[in-house]
């Protein structure tokens, strides 16, 4: 069985652009979290789906939204770049309603840096 | 807020040497407490705990849970150059949401 995949796995971009960030959860899970990770702030929460309906949202700005597409596919987008940006971006994938987070599979991340 | 605080943020030892991560958290919301490993990739679970001083335990790595202090404690024992690693905590709350602390970055050396 596949593991959670996302692209690209690496990402350099400039200040005021915008990006999407894309994540395929293992097959047959339905929720995607979606998490920020930062020498200085750790491992933060962004947001969750599940049946393409955003179930959960974490302290971030409007900048940074996110869908689910009708297969569980999920994609991030982050408009409006800043420096601080730069980060490991961490999705994760459960089977959905009821799972709890330790059963969440992580993929290896995308590493963006905003110059 | 929700807030988890691991300490201490690095931390260098031999190999052989026992170590004592620490972790701390707000009572808010507390549905379990669980600890990953990160290497250079995705973080991997280790252990869920839920309930006040029953000791989880897999090889060298143990853990325990203190509710009453809000805390819990990973320990590594015989530590070995393999266990060098970012070590998260993370609280879940109602609603499965998971909400982290910075990590202790841990160096192993021969």
């Known amino acids: 069985k596949a593991g959670v995949t996302q692209t690209p796995r690496y990402l350099i971009k400039t200040r005021g652009q915008q990006v999407t960030l894309s994540c395929s959860p293992i097959?047959?899970?339905?929720?995607v979290s979606w998490y920020q990770q930062t020498p200085g702030q750790g491992l933060q929460f962004l947001f969750e789906?599940?049946?393409?309906?955003?179930?959960n949202k974490g302290n971030f700005p409007g900048r940074f939204s996110g869908r689910q597409f009708s297969n569980s596919r999920s994609e991030m987008n982050v408009s409006t770049l800043e420096l601080g940006d730069s980060a490991l971006y961490l999705c994760?994938?459960?089977?959905?309603?009821?799972?709890?987070?330790?059963?969440?599979?992580f993929g290896p991340g995308t590493r963006l840096t905003v110059t | 807020e929700d807030k988890v605080v691991q300490s201490p943020l690095s931390l260098v030892v031999h190999e052989g040497d026992t170590v004592t991560l620490n972790c701390s958290y707000e009572?808010?919301?507390?549905?379990?407490l669980l600890w990953y490993k990160q290497e250079k990739k995705a973080p991997t679970f280790l252990f869920m705990l839920?309930?006040?001083?029953i000791e989880k335990k897999s090889g060298r790595l143990s853990s325990i849970l203190d509710k009453k202090e809000l805390f819990s404690i990973l320990n590594i024992t015989a530590t070995q150059t393999g266990d060098s690693a970012v070590y998260l905590c993370?609280?879940?709350?109602?609603?499965?949401?998971?909400?982290f602390g910075e990590g202790t970055q841990l160096t192993v050396n021969p």
């Open positions: 994760a994938s459960s089977l959905g309603s009821g799972t709890r987070v330790y059963e969440q599979y």
């Open positions: 097959s047959g899970h339905r929720s």
């Open positions: 789906y599940f049946s393409e309906t955003q179930r």
């Open positions: 009572v808010t919301n507390f549905r379990s």
């Open positions: 839920t309930s006040s001083g």
């Open positions: 993370g609280k879940e709350t109602s609603g499965s949401r998971l909400t």
